[in-house]
């Protein structure tokens, strides 16, 4: 941005202005991959590395930060995995290729991609990833490099990804079909160009041992974290996609309102599902890196969801979430509590937004639901936790005041069964025997306190009464002193 642009931002979005100045002076970039001390892991020194690492900025500029900064050699292979189905997806889009060569080249893709020399010039001049297939090589070069746990996870999933572009590719061109006629194949279809990315994802932060060894089998929430993105994607590049000639977006769903063209369309009927799926993935991470990586794609989704909802501007262009509330999200999707909080905030957002008349008014409010459900049952907003991590409850909240009583209703019975428990033994002639009640922090520590002065106290006075009746008191005190209490004794 500019000077004028900054200042332009200042006078007409000031908080937006502060939020981008927050981000530029406190967010610090986690590594750099091209420090010396990071060449084991990133490969900078290699110049086929380097020239992997340049293809990741050049075709992903949104992916390419996050994954700079996954920790170790994370980043190195989750850049070459990227840069595989980038490839593959370069060739599955370009309809210029005839499919009688496009075939046999998606089909056998998972074995091109570990042959050496392997690359591919024959996409058409205005595709603009031609040349990663171009230097293809570097990409297998590269690959060839992992140690086998990566390797495999990579191939396997590039194979079955390839498998379904394929078919949908074969279909289009044979049939002439533009459309997805339905639900359940749009569903699959999803699967194939994402699904099956977030299904890789788990099974490479498996392999790395920065996440345990049984999220690789958690298919469905790492199916949903990639369908989630793609339907979002999808929504978002309506116009671009009908201009294109390319209709993702199932009839089934548009159809039944009476269009009989994808291009008629008006209100886009909204993604509603795969939120809480994605939330639940996220709280089952441990590490900072990998779930920053996760993390940040969604909470910018379900911000660019918000923004589509309703917005007539979308069927016109591409409509994009501001500077200022990408910055926002990346300095706060830092935890799985703070996620839920912004999911929470813009499904309410997409709530205030619908009308009762609606046709979808039910589907959706149950799914914005679902995510305020998800949020409460799992991080309740009653509870609270200062600067200290001490936790505490909104004084504010009635849920507060509901466990405040249920807490003094559990006091006042186990005083209850302690005075009987007395009487019952007074009255058998036995000994009555009480249990103390639970202290309180403030009083442990005060008790421990006096414990440990009592202690001190005890070892001087030991110490004292040894070096009396030893004679080596007289030696410890000042001469002054020393020869008064020769004097009196």
Not at 190 to 210: I, R
Not at 400 to 426: F, I, N, P, W
Not at 428 to 433: E, F, I, S
Request: charged share 25%.
């Amino acid at each position: 941005m500019g000077a004028l642009s900054w200042l332009t931002l200042l006078l007409t979005h000031p908080f937006e202005f502060r939020t981008l100045i927050q981000y530029a002076i406190y967010h610090e970039q986690k590594r750099d991959i091209t420090a010396q001390e990071e060449f084991n892991t990133s490969g900078w020194d290699r110049a086929s590395m380097r020239r992997c690492w340049e293809f990741l900025d050049l075709t992903s500029r949104s992916f390419s930060a996050v994954i700079k900064e996954l920790d170790g050699d994370l980043a190195r292979v989750v850049c070459l995995f990227y840069l595989v189905l980038r490839g593959l997806d370069t060739v599955e889009d370009d309809m210029t290729i005839p499919d009688g060569v496009k075939q046999p080249i998606l089909r056998n893709f998972h074995v091109h991609t570990v042959t050496p020399g392997w690359n591919f010039d024959g996409n058409g001049p205005n595709e603009k990833d031609r040349q990663l297939l171009v230097e293809y090589h570097v990409v297998v070069e590269e690959l060839n490099r992992l140690p086998q746990e990566y390797k495999s996870v990579i191939v396997d999933i590039c194979e079955k990804m390839q498998t379904g572009m394929a078919d949908y590719a074969h279909k289009a061109a044979t049939t002439g079909a533009i459309y997805i006629p339905t639900i359940e194949e749009y569903e699959l279809y999803c699967h194939y160009v994402a699904g099956l990315v977030g299904e890789g994802l788990s099974g490479l932060f498996s392999a790395s041992g920065k996440e345990a060894p049984w999220l690789r089998d958690q298919l469905k929430l790492s199916n949903s974290m990639g369908l989630f993105l793609q339907k979002t994607n999808i929504i978002r590049d309506y116009r671009e996609d009908l201009e294109d000639k390319r209709h993702f977006w199932p009839k089934e769903i548009w159809g039944r309102f009476g269009f009989e063209e994808l291009g008629e369309l008006h209100l886009p009927e909204n993604c509603r599902t795969h939120a809480t799926d994605s939330l639940d993935y996220l709280k089952t991470l441990k590490n900072q890196s990998v779930f920053n990586f996760c993390a940040i794609p969604q909470t910018m989704a379900i911000a660019t969801l918000e923004l589509c909802f309703m917005n007539p501007a979308m069927l016109q262009r591409n409509v994009k979430i501001r500077k200022a509330v990408a910055a926002s999200l990346i300095m706060r999707s830092t935890n799985p509590r703070e996620v839920a909080g912004i999911f929470v905030e813009y499904a309410r957002k997409i709530h205030a937004k619908i009308k009762p008349t609606d046709p979808s008014f039910m589907k959706i409010s149950v799914a914005c639901g679902q995510i305020e459900q998800w949020r409460e049952h799992n991080y309740p907003t009653f509870i609270e936790f200062g600067d200290s991590g001490k936790m505490a409850f909104n004084p504010s909240d009635a849920r507060t005041r509901l466990q405040t009583a249920l807490k003094e209703k559990e006091s006042a019975l186990v005083r209850r069964r302690v005075v009987e428990k007395a009487r019952v033994a007074v009255a058998t002639g036995q000994q009555p025997t009480f249990v103390p009640e639970q202290t309180s922090e403030k009083e442990m520590i005060l008790y421990v306190a006096g414990a440990l002065i009592l202690v001190v106290l005890l070892c001087m006075c030991i110490v004292f009464v040894i070096l009396h009746f030893t004679g080596d008191l007289p030696k410890l005190l000042p001469p002054a002193w020393r020869g008064q209490l020769e004097g009196d004794l």
